[in-house]
């Protein structure tokens, strides 16, 4: 079974300060790496995403980092806001036996405190 | 919501009934997709379909089955409800295989 590991389950932090959720797939290739975003009783919405051929992607205060032969990624948070507070899923597009299988982590629940 | 609406949004049926969900999209993406949520288990991917009556199994399918007559509309289908059903199923949409989801509100589905 195509798997992705993310962890924490869980993260609290300041305000201001930096939240940093890590992802790990195992022995596939996968072409597409996005993050998810979701509050509650809400669907997940698209918060960030990054394909192989680069290393970072920034956009406003969240950053992917992706370590292709670590086949690990990250999702940074800097300047963590009150309003950052949500689930946070990591995904992987496999492209053998066909890429129209988005695979999830297990979501990360950030709570960003006052 | 990109155009995907799914109903019922919360439903709580007897076990052992059939229960029909329907998402439905305007945005005319070739792939659909169903997803159930459930506390320690992230998103897991149930059926999705590639094209008109184009579908394809999860990694839990099991008491399951879909159906796509038109682009517009998907339907998920409890054949026989049970307890261990009961989840949060999202409703998921996108152009191509590797491209960007867009995910539906969700219908809570309570299995009594």
């Known amino acids: 079974q195509q798997q992705v590991k993310q962890s924490p389950q869980s993260l609290i932090v300041q305000k201001g300060g930096i939240s940093i959720i890590n992802c790990a797939y195992e022995?596939?290739?996968?072409?597409?790496f996005p993050w998810y975003q979701q509050f509650p009783g809400k669907g997940p919405a698209l918060l960030i995403a990054?394909?192989?051929?680069?290393s970072e992607k920034k956009e406003g205060r969240f950053t992917i980092s992706f370590n292709k032969s670590a086949k690990q990624f990250s999702l940074h948070i800097m300047d963590s806001q009150p309003g950052d507070s949500a689930t946070y899923f990591c995904?992987?597009?496999?492209?053998?036996?066909?890429?129209?299988?988005?695979?999830f982590g297990k979501g990360t629940k950030l709570t960003v405190n006052p | 919501d990109a155009g995907i609406t799914q109903s019922p949004r919360h439903k709580v049926t007897e076990t052992g009934t059939p229960v029909t969900l329907r998402c439905h999209q305007t945005?005319?993406?070739?792939?659909m997709y169903w997803y159930r949520q459930d506390p320690g288990h992230g998103l897991r991917l149930i059926h999705y379909?590639?094209?008109?009556?184009?579908?394809d199994k999860g990694e839990v399918s099991d008491g399951y089955s879909v159906s796509r007559s038109k682009t517009e509309d998907f339907l998920l289908t409890l054949e026989s409800a049970t307890s261990s059903q009961t989840s949060v199923y999202f409703c998921?949409?996108?152009?191509?295989?590797?491209?960007?989801?867009?995910f539906g509100q969700g219908t809570r589905l309570t299995v009594v």
């Open positions: 998921a949409i996108s152009w191509a295989g590797n491209t960007e989801a867009f």
């Open positions: 022995n596939t290739a996968f072409d597409y």
């Open positions: 990054i394909r192989p051929d680069v």
């Open positions: 995904a992987a597009y496999p492209t053998q036996g066909g890429s129209e299988k988005l695979v």
């Open positions: 945005e005319n993406h070739r792939y």
């Open positions: 379909s590639y094209g008109v009556k184009d579908t």
